[in-house]
């Protein structure tokens, strides 16, 4: 039953010498790599894609630039939404377990707008989206995509409630809708945005297939529930001619979370243990499914939608559409949807070494830290907020957490000493107190005894810095 | 138009066709429509011959045939299928009993097993876990900061380590208590093993839930005081939390892993996300503990301080436990608790962001989740709604509910 496909190399299996001889082999350096098998062997790590390779693009190279892109697709197929700039490329999964392969295309984030709005509300929705961000070790987390949804039954508003959006917003659009004739409505004057149509389904399919044909958009393709119903449609549709597919398994948070996740976890193993290749598509999750519930209060419809979003960044969703704007429910998301897709065998760290702040001179307090990149970006932000003038040792704990690092040892009262000593800090400031964080303070005592320098404990959190500075600085007896 | 070099020019060979079409593609990509200027072609003599498994016809690659047939598009669904795919996997994880009732040796009202897993945790449908994962929720045996979203519901036991396992227990419903002696840290209160065993001994009389000992994190001291526990709960298969390759280093480990083998205990044997160091640990364990007393604590970092280590380091171990490495065979347990270190957590923030007393209890959900995933079989928790949520989670994803479709197909249309 399931297609026999010849199972091609996985990216694991993938030599760098199995890139490096479809490549021209010129050493051209164009790519900024010193040769084309160190450009090979990143691209093979994840860290480079072919299209950086210059004289690839060259039409001489045509035939090894499709044998480059079979021998490198990724089991699950990366396909694009919108147009632009501001297009999202969601899918593309080398991998089951992220300590394989990097994740690649984090799972976009899409809020949902219905055409019942007032103006008023629609346009405040639409901003509280696009404006949604936080920063987070030095970097902004934004959301992705919106998905007008029609609830009007009726075309023309449908048409308006997308033609106002388009206007307000740049971000990616998901048309959301089972009745053809409502989505030829809303397609017909901003197809070139490339919106993903939603969706295709038992009933609907041929018509909504022509309307993707039409305009060229991607597809989502509906089977709540049936994973046989849904590759039959995915069967269909490719033999009707569309390409870009995803697909929506269903999405069921009270109850059938279980199913859900087991569902998504099922069709992924499919993909990759039994390379079945119609599957082989980016998976839609909707967590905005949770506000389908007989549940009255709106806090615990949000919590389970966020409990049910975060499962599904874990359990292979590769794009999703959610309904709260509410920050704490949308903050975790981005955060643990940022974490999942960095590459697992690099720490997200940053240089150790000593940072100065403000201008500081001899008699300036000396604080140490982790080159978690996260820690170091955090106590940084509280440092400069505060405008406190000091010199933060950042000290190697292989890019650890404070915490993690004091009882891993990865932060200890050698390392703390060692860093004082190879940085020179002795004669960056005439004094001999060092202030550790609060959360290593069982190591104050080794510390002054494998240091000489009398150590200070400061705050648990970075937040209380400027206050403890305040409080405690000079010392007495300095 | 495009032209063909004369010498190229197919003559009804397909060894001609075979070799130029790689080229013939090449030169076709791009290109919406084709012209055939001044060729006669007799339909009878030809015969197109497309050579499989060249690796150039793949419509993933978008790179394809532009022209030849129209597809034929089909009017009716075409059939398929689906059989999931199960995998068998050589290796197990172990069983490990917590607590022991009276025939047991112990006073506890119940067993717990945990461990047990066949399968990667909650990929399969039909296949739930051999041992659901448990919850153990934590109690202090002194004041301690607490963000205010947990103080809430404990401020009145929060003197009385006994009330507080009683609250834990009977109000959150908690399958195991954790007595942290955190008092017993020489740069704290250096409280005495002794009296540390009398705190242990008043929790052990007001619950009857297995209880995991938490230490202070002092090589020397935690051994003193494990042993000294140890002995006067003998046969209550407790759970020393934990034993490191610091205690290895400080020649602590062996008089622990030696009582806790004498009067019955298990052992928690924490390591910092580094698997070669927790099987170092566990073959040093193995020397005087049967593999069946010992749980792992890989490390559980809060979520967004580094959570994503923590499920990678669990995925991993879980799988090559499952593929038969002997080593990691073993139960893992978390410290959900430690959501609360991330700022996101507790501290107040811009109103967009909600307020600190929904977005704590939920990052502490969030944490538990993910590693609940990741194959966790001993969640550490503390906020009620935290555990509740998790409970029902982990409730849900044991059992097989089939869906109704019907319940979500109108959520383009519905109103919200």
């Known amino acids: 039953m399931m297609a026999a496909v010849t199972p091609k190399k996985t990216i694991r299996e993938i030599s760098p010498i199995d890139v490096y001889r479809l490549l021209p082999r010129t050493n051209c350096r164009e790519c900024g790599e010193s040769n084309c098998m160190a450009f090979a062997t990143r691209v093979v790590n994840g860290e480079l894609t072919i299209d950086e390779c210059p004289p690839l693009r060259k039409e001489e190279y045509h035939t090894a630039h499709g044998d480059l892109n079979a021998l490198l697709a990724p089991p699950v197929r990366v396909v694009a939404i919108g147009a632009g700039s501001r297009s999202i490329r969601i899918g593309g999964k080398h991998v089951l377990f992220r300590h394989d392969f990097t994740y690649h295309n984090p799972v976009p984030i899409a809020l949902d707008v219905s055409d019942d709005l007032p103006a008023k509300d629609l346009a405040d929705r639409i901003k509280t989206i696009a404006d949604f961000s936080y920063n987070y070790i030095g970097r902004t987390l934004t959301l992705d995509a919106i998905a007008v949804r029609s609830t009007r039954n009726d075309p023309s508003a449908f048409a308006a409630t997308i033609k106002a959006v388009a206007a307000r917003t740049d971000l990616p659009l998901i048309l959301c809708t089972t009745d053809p004739a409502i989505m030829a409505e809303g397609l017909r004057d901003i197809s070139v945005r490339r919106p993903l149509i939603c969706a295709a389904n038992q009933e609907n399919w041929n018509a909504m297939a022509d309307l993707a044909l039409q305009y060229n958009c991607p597809l989502v393709v509906s089977a709540p529930g049936d994973i046989g119903l849904l590759r039959s449609l995915v069967k269909t549709l490719t033999a009707y001619g569309v390409r870009d597919l995803v697909l929506d398994p269903g999405t069921f948070v009270d109850p059938g979370i279980s199913e859900t996740l087991q569902t998504f976890t099922e069709i992924r193993w499919a993909v990759f243990r039994e390379h079945d290749d119609i599957l082989g598509h980016p998976l839609l999750g909707i967590p905005l499914t949770a506000w389908l519930s007989s549940e009255i209060s709106r806090n615990t419809i949000a919590w389970k939608e966020a409990c049910a979003a975060s499962m599904l960044i874990t359990r292979y969703a590769d794009l999703l559409i959610m309904h709260s704007t509410e920050g704490w429910v949308l903050l975790p998301q981005l955060i643990w949807r940022f974490n999942i897709y960095t590459d697992p065998r690099k720490p997200v760290s940053v240089d150790p070494g000593v940072r100065e702040f403000g201008t ?119 | 138009m495009f032209e063909m070099p004369e010498e190229q020019l197919p003559k009804g060979n397909k060894n001609m066709i075979r070799e130029s079409l790689p080229r013939l593609l090449g030169l076709l990509d791009g290109v919406e429509k084709i012209e055939l200027e001044q060729v006669a072609l007799d339909i009878g003599d030809l015969e197109f011959f497309i050579p499989t498994g060249t690796g150039q016809v793949d419509g993933r690659t978008g790179f394809h045939l532009p022209v030849t047939t129209v597809p034929v598009k089909p009017t009716t669904l075409i059939p398929a299928g689906f059989s999931p795919y199960k995998e068998e996997f050589s290796g197990r994880i172990r069983e490990v009993m917590l607590g022991a009732t009276r025939a047991g040796g112990g006073s506890r009202s119940r067993v717990l097993t945990i461990g047990g897993a066949d399968a990667p945790p909650f990929a399969f449908i039909g296949n739930p876990p051999v041992n659901p994962p448990v919850l153990a929720v934590d109690v202090f045996d002194m004041d301690i900061s607490l963000p205010r979203a947990i103080k809430t519901g404990i401020k009145e036991v929060m003197a009385d380590p006994a009330e507080w396992a009683r609250l834990n227990v009977n109000k959150f419903g908690a399958d195991m208590v954790t007595i942290h002696l955190m008092s017993t840290d020489p740069l704290i209160n250096n409280t005495s093993p002794r009296d540390a065993a009398r705190t242990v001994e008043s929790v052990l009389q007001a619950v009857d839930v297995p209880i995991i000992i938490g230490g202070c994190g002092d090589p020397h001291k935690d051994s003193l005081v494990f042993c000294e526990i140890a002995e006067m709960a003998h046969g209550e298969r407790l759970l020393l939390n934990s034993v490191t390759l610091d205690m290895a280093e400080a020649k602590t480990l062996e008089p622990v892993a030696r009582a806790a083998k004498k009067h019955n205990h298990a052992v928690l044997g924490f390591t910092g996300l580094e698997l070669n160091k927790a099987k170092e640990l566990n073959r040093r364990l193995y020397e005087y503990l049967p593999p069946e007393s010992i749980v792992m604590d890989l490390t559980t970092v809060a979520l967004g301080y580094g959570l994503e280590y923590s499920f990678t380091i669990h995925e991993r171990a879980r799988y090559a436990a499952l593929m038969g490495d002997s080593e990691l065979q073993h139960p893992t347990i978390s410290a959900s608790t430690n959501a609360w270190a991330a700022r996101e957590a507790w501290m107040k923030m811009d109103a967009r962001f909600g307020a600190r007393d929904i977005r704590g209890p939920l990052w502490e959900t969030l944490n538990a989740l993910t590693l609940l995933l990741a194959g966790v079989d001993v969640l550490m928790m503390m906020h009620p709604a935290a555990i509740r949520t998790v409970r029902e989670t982990v409730t849900n994803l044991t059992k097989h509910e089939p869906v109704n479709p019907d319940r979500i197909s109108g959520w383009a249309g519905a109103r919200i």
């Open chain 1, 360 to 478: 500081p001179d001899k008699n300036s307090p000396v604080l140490v830290t982790t080159n978690y990149a996260l820690t170091y970006f955090t106590v940084e932000s509280d440092i400069k907020a505060a405008h406190v003038t000091c010199y933060l040792v950042v000290i190697d704990t292989g890019g650890i957490s404070v915490e993690s690092a004091v009882a891993g040892r990865y932060l200890t009262p050698d390392l703390i000493s060692n860093a004082l000593r190879d940085y020179h800090v002795d004669q960056l400031v005439s004094h001999r107190y060092v202030i550790i964080p609060g959360l290593a303070s069982r190591l104050s005592g080794d510390t002054e005894d494998a240091s000489g320098w009398k150590v200070i404990v400061g705050p648990k959190d970075s937040s209380g810095i400027a206050q403890m500075i305040l409080d405690n600085w000079p010392p007495e007896r300095m």
